[in-house]
């Protein structure tokens, strides 16, 4: 290990807390080589002016025997093969675990961006180590060059952060340094209010233990409240839950976060603020989770999501609309190609199209209890009827009821028709169990 002399950290869009939870990418095929990094912007506040050292690279337990090819790379743009690459050094080997390694010629940053990470060939078919319980931008990027893996930033793709830092030297800590990030739209019934969890950064030299900070609507703004913070290390994030109060109108109100004091002395970082968005509401509409489940009778491991739906139906009844979506099968439909399109494996599941859960019986009542809690923009009520004695023809009536005014939001309706209890002849009918 290379400890950091005077003026020199490690610095990752990773801390050590993040190897709390970690896992391998690949493309399920050993043997393939892989250019992976982070991109650091231009002018960062932190390392900016810094010069580059060393870098470190963490294994996944059992793989270091594994890897082969290794080398660290430097480049100003980001390279389609290794070669491409402004600087190049071959590493000899890795081990499990933190691999340090000294640059033989450092890079200079001077407020310019670049790219910096490690090549590999690995005989397993998921050597790079992510970690983390949340993806962070630029913090994680991916090619395989001569495959169809070009680069891609996995953020958004809930695999976290490359395990992967930096030891960069000429770096000036502050003391008390803490940085909000935005923390999106909430709702709260009036005459109530709602905690927030917002994500706050370390990038100061002393544990944080506490905040003061004010909130501002439009021209107003809170006197500085103060609240304790489990400690919190250099390059380390938490959510801290911050308490909004509702506002006296029920509609959208944007909320500016300032965060003051550190430990009780100034905040010195340069973004010492964030935004977000409080809704307030007159009363809580009564969610309905939708889930679509991702299967198809090819699927060895669908029966799972199958077991996983009819647990779900006798455990919530109606109060949960549950829509198997077939593919590659004779029940699937052409209507569901746009939404296939999303899917990433089988048997999966969207629950109302913004959580993306493995459809177990535990998954699937965990999010729908979620669901439950959540609040959501109206109520919305729908029944149906057959209006022809041949059954071809269908008469619904959809109730809605907006609860906050809204102004110049865009809303549609989609209704999906489930047909029950489907059956064929052939092989294609035939549910694969490899369970």
């Not at 610095?11 to 393939?32: A, Q, R």
């Not at 793989?63 to 491409?84: F, I, R």
């Not at 590659?328 to 899917?343: E, K, N, W």
Request: net charge negative.
């Amino acid at each position: 290990p290379i400890t950091p002399g005077e003026g020199q950290i490690w610095w990752g869009y990773m801390s050590e807390y993040d190897l709390g939870k970690s896992d391998g990418i690949g493309i399920g095929s050993s043997n393939v080589p892989f250019l992976t990094g982070i991109y650091i912007p231009a002018n960062h506040e932190l390392i900016g002016g810094s010069t580059v050292k060393a870098v470190r690279v963490y294994v996944r337990d059992g793989l270091g025997k594994t890897m082969n090819d290794v080398s660290v790379w430097v480049s100003k743009k980001l390279p389609a093969t290794l070669e491409d690459a402004d600087y190049v050094q071959s590493v000899s080997s890795l081990a499990d675990g933190a691999n340090d390694i000294e640059l033989t010629t450092p890079f200079a940053v001077d407020n310019q961006s670049f790219y910096i990470g490690y090549a590999v060939t690995s005989s397993e078919n998921y050597p790079i180590m992510c970690c983390g319980y949340e993806d962070v931008l630029n913090s994680f990027l991916i090619c395989a060059p001569g495959t169809t893996l070009s680069w891609e930033d996995l953020y958004g793709y809930g695999f976290g952060k490359l395990a992967f830092q930096i030891l960069v030297d000429g770096v000036e800590l502050t003391s008390n340094n803490a940085t909000p990030s935005d923390f999106g739209t909430s709702y709260v019934l009036k005459g109530e209010s709602v905690t927030i969890p917002v994500k706050i950064t370390n990038n100061g030299k002393d544990d944080i233990t506490s905040i003061s900070y004010t909130i501002t609507t439009g021209s107003s703004t809170t006197e500085e409240m103060t609240i304790s913070v489990d400690k919190l290390p250099f390059n380390s994030s938490a959510n801290v839950l911050i308490p909004f109060d509702a506002d006296d109108e029920a509609k959208k109100y944007i909320k500016t976060l300032t965060i003051t004091k550190v430990n009780g002395e100034a905040n010195q970082a340069t973004q010492n603020s964030a935004q977000g968005a409080i809704i307030t509401i007159t009363e809580k509409p009564v969610p309905v989770p939708v889930v679509e489940e991702f299967t198809g009778t090819w699927c060895g491991y669908c029966p799972y999501g199958f077991v996983g739906m009819e647990k779900t139906h006798e455990t919530f009844g109606n109060k949960v609309v549950l829509i198997a979506a077939h593919n590659g099968d004779p029940m699937a439909i052409t209507d569901y190609d746009p939404i296939m399109s999303r899917v990433d494996g089988f048997p999966s599941s969207f629950i109302n199209r913004a959580i993306d859960a493995y459809p177990s019986v535990a998954t699937l009542n965990y999010y729908v209890n979620a669901c439950f809690e959540s609040i959501t923009v109206a109520d919305i009520q729908a029944s149906a009827m057959w209006t022809s004695d041949d059954k071809t023809e269908i008469s619904i009536d959809t109730q809605t009821k907006f609860v906050y005014n809204d102004e110049g939001g865009q809303y549609g309706i989609a209704y999906v028709l489930i047909e029950d209890g489907m059956s064929g002849t052939g092989s294609d009918w035939k549910q694969a169990n490899y369970l």
